[in-house]
């Protein structure tokens, strides 16, 4: 059989616990071949590679239905060295390097050319002593080829980060039988000149008969390189074609388009403040040094009673913004809250000034999980206002009660009763107590970040109606963060996208899909005209 | 059948097998007429001499450095303070006073919570620079504090002829009776006799005492950041909370209740115990708390009481026992050492990745 | 001023050292000891102490920490010399015995202390501490009821007077005591030469069997050395003298200077005369100064007068100096690669198909044994075993030795063991005497010395720790990442 494709993906399908997150996917790609991989956080392009690569997440979660096949035979990988053997590298986005070890070092890690000695005739392969020259020249060749003329043994540790990237790559094309190499958005840690160098050692790589998949939000990249690409949304294949048969408003446009959700009644959105309202909330120069999510610049202005949405993809920063504001995360520049400035380097300080924050991260910020759900209900308010607290300023356990049976009927909490442990609700549930707690505390700005990750569509409404309401009825303020453009898009009054840390663009819902999917990818209006 | 299961699971396997070892013990001295009343009248003034030392790793587990092995900080700071008495009663200063002893081990108390306070708070300052590795560094940090007062203890300028050696006169004696100073002023409080079972009814009630006001502190506004900041130090940062100043916060009290749970153990047992003695009490200390039910990283009222008077019930028990099955040896200490290290273990090997 | 930087930098970084070699230097100014005194008693302990603290190097390298469970290697050690004693084995072959016997002890304690290791990554150390403290309960259980309460031993000598449980103390007069220290060179020399032969006969008979290069240049270089070692036993003269089981100081100096001059002579003369290398090796030169430098201390008065004074036990020098050249070889191997690796990131370990677990165990099983064989040299040469204390402090001493030497939690060189032991055990020796000048108390010394070795860890494990959170914040490089879904699925409930 001639090895049309190298790398076969046949209908495959993946749910963890129930929720399905890739549905009959396929897709194929050819030696030498540069292959597109595009889609929204969440659409499954990680969970695809998860597949490919047999990680342990997948067995552990129940499997996967459908094929991969590798040069036309099927393959059957149960660990990440099972497809390194069968010739399929990763150039991870976070580095997988030992600061410590020599480059050499790294490039040959799990793989080092040995020598026998007496000792491994006797005690077997493991006692050979390593062939420092041979491993030496075979990391010079590999660097040789990416065009990388620095010293084999200096340390990684110290090194440009552009440098430890091509580190990755040729430890990676030192693997001899590498076949297909997968590039996890490469580019999103270099600088412009090193992006450019990398897309000419993809383009080399692809010369030599290595297929790459790429996977990547920035379309400019893509439109310059791949051959074909495929394009994900909420784990479903929505396009499947060759590059020179589109463009980037299509691919941004087939990125984001999706039916726009109905989580809250039109009527009630009529609300929405006019240009002349007073300003809520003026945002300054915020940078924000949040791993993974760097805010590199924000100006916002919010009117007071918006709903705004802050979107983008994950790791572009959004999440970043109010993390900052509430001093989780060091930030410099200036955030006014209805006139006041919020230092950030004061813990509580934005809390103090009337600010609440529902965290994106609800296990690890948002809530005290041993704890009753009463208690985190009240919590961040006997703290900060010294609420709640009797004789002696001894928590008033009667006052607790009462407050939280209230706010577990407004919120349609459901549990046992306030005494119940949090860790043992649902999700939604959870979230609801992470709102209620904010609520609690009364505040002139609300900020909720994810509001809907990983709860059920009935409780998602619940939420959006009930912020929506709040707003109408009370005049809050309400920024919101998500992935989700479609509930953004269903509630917001103005949405901004931020991407690499900048807000690339303020939006209203009503905007077309594609003026979404460009903020989103990174490519200015400009590029596009 | 799942039901019995569940119920082990969320008793523990270990607290089930030590529970059952204590009622076969029991059984044992049953067996071989032992008199049961004494022993337990034994186990529970053991139970109270021991209880506020263990009670010393609630607030430290609770504010988030784990078990407290340097607790051995804050028993050198009780031992300053019975020192310090010791030598104020020799020198008359409490003769005047209506009843000297109790006055002699409030000025114990005093001056432990002094000592342990400031030991406490500087170790404190430690932690916060170790985070992550709190219990191997307490660990020798305890170590090095009894190393080091070792040496104080050669060097201090005390006089009185209870506390130095006799002939030589160098340096502090390894066990100072408390004779004539504070010895058994809680045990002999309210202490009356069931048949053959006395009950110290003054020490049980310092360490009740001791316990209501540790959870009244869990209670109130501050105590209940403090465990925000030991349970979710992320959350609690996001309530504006600063985690640090907690984590100082519940190594101090821990120490000081390390400091008030010496004179307490000292005062019943009626000697103060001075070089080595305080090594290893952090080991049995954490162990203690450890059987009752508690983890490196959630510890409970409860779990002090169930967890001492188990441990020490054991322990007590034991001896007369074992006695009677091998003629002699010092199996108590042993067991002590099997027991408390097998159960440290036991929680190290649980709490895996929770911890660092 | 950049040479004065430089010296300022490795004095701060070397802290704890300089600390130490300004201890020992005050210590001895103010003794009453006399360098010969001193240095009779240092080797003394070197050799007792030194591969008891390169047992400890393997575990840090992989990412173990200081392996405070070495306790259990050497009550593996006790039990197996407990029982060549109870069946009256003596002499050398006796120590053999106790190999024997504590090899497949040694390795599976250490083969349970790693696996319970592997459940409780990131507080091995603390679980070390205590395991070695669970231990010594097991131990001192079996010890002290179950042997002759439960298992009957018929050996009044090494039972106490009821016959139930071991003596505090095992006597090994007359049949361990010195067993190694006291092998005669000349018994060494055969034996090395008979090995050596044997090696040899063996590979060359391979190699023809399997047709391949027989590569003589490179066995008569390994063979030659012994061999006229060997023929020169033969002379009456040599004979006598390398007769003794000890060899001076003063003399294993000479020795070793001449040997590295002609050593040095021989490459010379090999790479200009029959390589024909133009270009004279100057770092030749420079080794054989050194040498002479060696060589022209011992021209001091005083220093000639101690290194006269101090007797090497040969066999236990060269097997110490076997494990100092074993460990950077073992760790130039794939193994010891792999170590390495797992040691600096479990995560890339795993992604490049090491089997993280199963070394991790590997290096505890390494520990061990050499614990316990490091024990066995221990107390041969103390003469006595203290049945329920030798062990205990095996792990603090050793541990504290190794950090003295500049070894941190997470790297530590043979070199660092060698310097941390001398100085260590220099103020080990010295506080006592010191203590008792300076402040008419030697118990205070006495006290010094424990407060040194407990206060060297903690100020060790507090400047790891910290120096870990700081290093962390700084790298930017995440432990752990595999490839993850971007949403974690949640599963709704719990």
């Given amino acids: 059989m001639s090895e049309e494709f190298v790398l076969e993906l046949e209908n495959i399908s993946k749910e963890y616990s129930g929720n399905p997150v890739l549905k009959n996917v396929s897709l194929s790609v050819k030696p030498g071949e540069i292959y597109a991989l595009i889609g929204e956080n969440g659409a499954g392009k990680s969970t695809l590679m998860n597949i ?43 580095f997988m390097l030992i600061p410590g070890f020599t480059i050499v070092e790294n490039i040959k890690v799990g793989r080092e050319e040995t020598l026998p000695t007496i000792a491994s005739r006797v005690f077997g392969k493991s006692l050979e002593r390593l062939d420092t020259e041979r491993m030496a020249a075979d990391a010079r060749k590999a660097l040789d080829a990416i065009g990388m003329d620095i010293n084999e043994f200096t340390r990684v540790a110290g090194l440009p980060v552009g440098y430890m ?179 950030f380097s004061k813990l509580g300080d934005a809390l103090s000034k009337g600010v609440s924050f529902v965290s994106e991260d609800r296990r690890g910020v948002g809530l005290l999980i041993g704890e009753s759900i009463a208690h985190n209900i009240i919590f961040n308010t006997m703290t900060v206002k010294g609420g709640f607290l009797g004789l002696g300023k001894i928590i008033s356990h009667h006052q607790v009660r009462a407050h939280a049976q209230s706010m577990i009927e407004l919120l349609d909490i459901r549990c046992v009763g306030g005494s119940q442990r949090v860790g043992s609700l649902s999700g939604g549930n959870q979230q609801k107590v992470c709102l209620a707690a904010a609520l609690t505390l009364k505040p002139r700005l609300l900020i909720v970040s994810e509001p809907t990750r990983g709860i059920d569509i009935g409780a998602k409404k619940l939420i959006m109606e009930y912020l929506t309401k709040l707003r109408n009825e009370e005049g809050l303020t309400i920024i919101m963060v998500s992935s989700e453009l479609a509930e953004l898009r269903s509630v917001c009054d103005r949405i901004a996208i931020v991407s690499e840390g900048k807000v690339s663009s303020i939006l209203p819902p009503e905007a077309p899909d594609a003026d979404f999917g460009l903020a989103m990818s990174a490519v200015g209006s400009k590029e596009v005209e | 059948m799942d039901s019995i299961k569940r119920a082990v699971n969320s008793f523990g396997l270990p607290r089930v097998i030590i529970l059952a070892f204590f009622v076969f013990l029991l059984g044992m001295a049953a067996f071989y007429d032992l008199g049961i009343p004494a022993l337990l009248g034994d186990v529970i003034r053991r139970w109270g001499m021991f209880g506020i030392l263990v009670l010393a790793m609630v607030p430290a587990i609770q504010s988030g450095i784990g078990p407290n092995f340097g607790v051995s900080i ?238 020490q019930g054991i322990l007590t028990v034991a001896i007369p026992v074992a006695n009677q099955m091998v003629p002699e040896g010092n199996l108590s200490e042993i067991l002590r050492m099997i027991i408390s290290n097998g159960i440290i273990l036991y929680a190290l090997s649980k709490s895996r990745e929770a911890t660092r | 001023m950049s040479i004065l930087n430089k010296v300022g930098k490795y004095l701060a970084k070397n802290n704890v050292t300089v600390l130490f070699v300004i201890l020992c230097l005050l210590a001895y100014h103010y003794s009453t000891f006399t360098l010969p005194t001193l240095f009779e008693e240092l080797f003394i302990r070197i050799g007792r102490n030194t591969f008891l603290v390169l047992s400890l190097l393997i575990p840090i390298i992989a990412g173990l920490g200081l392996n405070f469970g070495i306790v259990i290697g050497a009550i593996a050690a006790q039990i197996a010399i407990f029982v060549v004693v109870l069946f009256g084995g003596s002499g050398f072959t006796g120590i053999l015995w106790a190999v024997a016997i504590c090899t497949p002890l040694a390795v599976f304690f250490g083969y349970l202390v790693g696996s319970l290791f592997n459940k409780m990554k990131g507080t091995e150390m603390i679980g070390g501490l205590v395991a070695g403290f669970f231990s010594d309960g097991i131990y001192q259980f079996i010890f002290l009821f179950m042997l002759g309460g439960v298992i009957v031993v018929n050996a009044p000598d090494l039972m106490i007077a009821t016959g139930v449980g071991v003596r505090n103390i095992i006597n090994l007069d007359g049949n361990l005591r010195q067993a190694i220290d006291n092998m005669p060179m000349i018994n060494i020399i055969d034996a090395a030469f008979y090995a050596i032969t044997a090696i040899c006969a063996i590979l060359i008979i391979f190699r023809l069997a399997k047709k391949r290069d027989l590569q003589i240049k490179k066995l008569l270089k390994a063979f030659l050395p012994v061999a006229i070692l060997w023929a020169a036993s033969w002379i009456p003269a040599v004979g006598a003298f390398m007769s003794a089981p000890r060899l001076l100081l003063l003399y294993a100096i000479e020795f070793g200077v001449a040997g590295a001059v002609i050593y040095q002579l021989w490459k010379i003369f090999a790479s200009k005369v029959l390589d024909k290398n133009p270009e004279l090796p100057k770092m030749r030169l420079v080794y054989m100064g050194v040498a002479g430098g060696v060589y022209a201390i011992t021209f001091i008065p005083a220093m000639y007068e101690a290194l006269s004074m101090v007797n090497l036990p040969v066999l236990t020098y060269l097997i110490i100096a076997a494990l100092y050249m074993f460990i950077p070889w073992f760790m130039n191997t794939k193994l010891g690669q792999d170590m390495r690796t797992v040691g600096q990131d479990r995560a890339v370990a795993t992604s490049s198909g090491i089997n993280v677990n199963k070394v991790r165990i590997i290096a505890m099983i390494m520990s061990t044994v050499l614990a316990s064989y490091g024990q066995i040299i221990s107390l041969q040469n103390i003469g006595t075993v203290a049945t329920y204390g030798s062990h205990i402090a095996v792990g603090l001493y050793s541990i504290a030795a190794l950090l003295v030497g500049g070894a941190s939690v997470q790297r530590a060189t043979t070199k660092q063991a060698v310097l941390g032991i001398v100085l260590f055990h220099t103020m080990f020796i010295l506080s006592a005497n010191a203590g008792a000048q300076l402040l008419g108390n030697a118990q205070i010394g006495e006290f010094f010395r424990v407060f040194a070795a407990y206060g060297v860890i903690a100020v060790a494990l507090a400047m790891h720790a910290w120096s870990r959170r700081k290093g962390g914040q700084t790298l930017g490089l995440p432990a752990a990442t595999v490839v993850v879904p971007a949403k974690p699925p949640e599963s709704g409930s719990k």
């Fill in chain 2, 74 to 311: 804050g028993i050198i700071g009780g031992l300053l303070g019975s020192l310090i008495s010791i030598e104020m009663r020799d020198m008359g200063y409490f003769e005047a006073t209506a009843n000297p002893e109790v006055v002699s081990v409030i000025i114990a108390l005093i001056f432990a919570i002094v000592f342990a306070g400031i030991f406490g708070f500087l170790y404190g300052l430690l932690l916060n620079r170790v985070k992550g590795s709190e219990m191997v560094v307490s660990t020798y940090v305890g170590f090095s504090m009894v190393a080091l007062f070792n040496i104080m203890w050669l060097l201090l300028p005390f006089r009185s002829g209870t506390s130095i050696w006799p002939i030589a006169g160098e340096g502090l004696r390894t066990t100072i009776s408390l004779a004539d100073d504070f010895g058994g002023v809680f045990n002999d409080l309210l202490a009356f006799e069931l048949g053959d079972m006395s009950v110290p009814t003054g020490l049980l009630l310092v360490f009740f005492l001791c316990c209501f006001l540790v959870w009244l502190f869990t209670q109130s506004r501050i105590g209940m950041m403090m465990r925000a900041a030991g349970s979710n130090p992320n959350f609690a940062r996001a309530a504006g909370i600063n985690v640090n100043k907690m984590r100082v916060l519940g190594t101090t009290l821990s120490t000081i209740l390390g400091g008030i749970g010496i004179v307490a153990f000292a005062q019943s047992f009626g000697f103060l115990q001075l070089y080595n003695a305080p090594l290893m009490m952090g080991f049995t200390v954490v162990a203690s708390v450890l059987v009752g039910g508690a983890s490196v990283v959630n510890a409970r009222i409860f779990n002090v009481l169930l967890g001492t008077f188990l441990f």
């Fill in chain 1, 52 to 94: 490919l690569f047999g990680m342990s997440v997948i067995h552990e979660t129940g499997g996967f239905t459908g094929k991969v096949k590798i040069g036309g035979q099927e393959a059957k990988f149960t660990s990440p060295a099972d497809a390194m053997l069968a010739g399929i590298g990763m150039v991870h986005q976070e």
């Fill in chain 1, 165 to 343: 990237q091509f580190v990755e790559i040729a430890r990676e094309i030192d693997k001899e039988n590498l076949k297909l190499l997968v590039f996890d958005e490469p580019t999103a840690v270099l600088t412009e000149s090193e992006a450019e160098q990398l897309l000419s050692v993809m383009q080399s790589l692809s010369d030599k008969g290595i297929a790459i998949i790429f996977i990547t939000h920035r379309l400019s990249e893509v439109m310059a390189v791949a051959r074909r690409m495929t394009v994900l949304r909420d784990g479903e294949v929505v396009a499947s074609k060759p590059i020179a048969q589109t463009d980037v408003v299509e691919i941004a446009e087939l990125m984001v388009g999706r039916r726009i959700e109905k989580l809250v009644d039109d009527e009630s959105r009529s609300v929405a403040p006019d240009e002349n309202a007073e300003i809520a909330v003026k945002v300054r120069d915020l940078f924000v040094d949040m791993p993974g999510e760097m805010v590199k610049g924000v100006d916002l202005d919010i009117r007071k009673g918006e709903i705004f949405g802050i979107g983008g993809l994950a790791g572009q920063g959004k999440v970043g913004i109010p993390n900052g504001i509430m001093g989780m995360s060091p930030a410099s520049g200036t955030v006014e809250v209805f006139g006041e400035k919020v230092t």
